[in-house]
């Protein structure tokens, strides 16, 4: 929805009523992802696109209709779907698009909703798109972190440090919702998830939609060296915001770095305590530091490893490196939990050598930290794929 939020709040903040069509769901090989939203606003203005071009005429007319009924619609398109194919879903796959009109009373969490996002703050909108009872389809949940401060009127403070304004027409579908979404929101992930009528968690009949906006997570590279480059790239296809620092001008440079959203001149561990005080760092946060020089990793690992933030701290180096390291640290006075943060040397041990293998076994490291694997072979292993 970001790419076409400017539109829509100008529209709901004049007072007019706007047909919001959402892809909530996609099989196979659909051409936009969840969350795409098209627009028909109320002069009939189409904004934005749900499939890139495919089915827009189709959801054009269906939100023409709901402009006028305001009866919200969960439709399906796909190929296997005559009227789907006639109207050109040619490219493949299934979408699923839930079509329906948003203004000041249907959605009056909206402009706190588009405040949160463009001031970078987590912030989660569950729907529900289908439902035995009609009346419940489009009910909404607003979900956010809690902050330090007391709630605002109209918010309640649901279960711990999650704060929650609007309702999906019962407590305990609240209750499933809200902790299912704020999972989602922690991992900036958007899904639809399925519940039994009354958010029964072994049911099925009540769809929810949970668009998730938080920050992009961070991926901070430390050491303007080739791995760097690596891992900068595969970073970015991880879809981390990635940047690169070193204190060294002459290497860090951005057309050495094509995939890092920054390149950063400084000192590594003046830049990363800088970047803490600012709280411009999360609990996702990912510290790569590969310079493995005692001058600029040590103190840097000393700011890294006492910060309350980041989800991952890695260090490149020998196991003799490692050693030094880890005795020069503890001289700094860390502690043996703060030093139990640290992998090092990092990686998963896939025998890689080329920079890029590398950068795959510390790409690798970090996902089975995140999700809980082991980092062994799946054909080794018995049980659940997925943790």
Not at 172 to 190: E, I, S
Request: net charge negative; glycine share 12%.
């Amino acid at each position: 929805m970001r790419d076409v939020l400017e539109r829509l709040l100008a529209w709901w903040e004049a007072g007019e009523a706007v047909a919001v069509g959402t892809v909530v769901a996609t099989f196979e090989s659909a051409p936009r992802p969840p969350g795409a939203v098209m627009l028909v606003g109320p002069g009939l203005e189409a904004v934005g696109s749900v499939s890139g071009g495919c089915v827009e005429g189709a959801v054009y007319q269906l939100g023409e209709e709901i402009l006028e009924s305001g009866e919200p619609v969960l439709q399906r398109y796909g190929v296997s779907d005559e009227s789907a194919f006639a109207v050109g879903l040619t490219c493949g796959g299934i979408i699923d698009v839930f079509v329906e009109r948003v203004d000041r009373t249907s959605f009056p969490e909206l402009g706190e909703v588009a405040a949160d996002i463009a001031a970078g703050r987590p912030v989660a909108v569950a729907t529900v798109v289908a439902h035995p009872d009609p009346a419940r389809v489009g009910r909404r949940l607003v979900v956010r972190p809690a902050p330090d401060t007391e709630p605002a009127p109209g918010v309640a403070e649901v279960g711990s440090g999650v704060l929650a304004s609007g309702g999906l027409g019962s407590d305990r579908a609240d209750d499933a919702v809200v902790d299912d979404a704020r999972g989602l929101l922690a991992n900036g992930r958007t899904e639809t998830l399925e519940y039994g009528p009354d958010g029964e968690r072994r049911g099925e009949g009540m769809r929810v939609f949970v668009a998730s906006y938080a920050p992009v997570p961070r991926m901070l590279v430390f050491g303007a060296i080739d791995f760097a480059a690596a891992v900068a790239r595969l970073g970015s296809f991880l879809g981390y915001r990635v940047t690169v620092c070193d204190a060294r001008a002459v290497f860090a440079t951005a057309s050495r770095f094509p995939f890092a959203d920054d390149v950063v001149v400084d000192w590594p561990h003046r830049y990363l305590s800088g970047e803490a005080a600012a709280g411009r760092l999360d609990d996702r946060t990912v510290i790569c530091v590969l310079t493995h020089d005692p001058k600029f990793d040590v103190p840097l690992l000393e700011v890294a490893l006492r910060l309350p933030q980041a989800a991952y701290i890695g260090a490149m180096g020998s196991r003799r490196t490692h050693d030094d390291r880890l005795k020069r640290l503890r001289e700094a006075g860390l502690t043996d939990d703060e030093l139990a943060r640290l992998s090092s040397p990092i990686g998963l041990d896939l025998g890689a050598r080329t920079p890029e293998e590398t950068a795959v076994s510390i790409a690798a490291e970090i996902i089975a930290q995140r999700w809980g694997g082991a980092g062994q072979r799946l054909s080794a292993a018995a049980g659940p794929i997925h943790h």
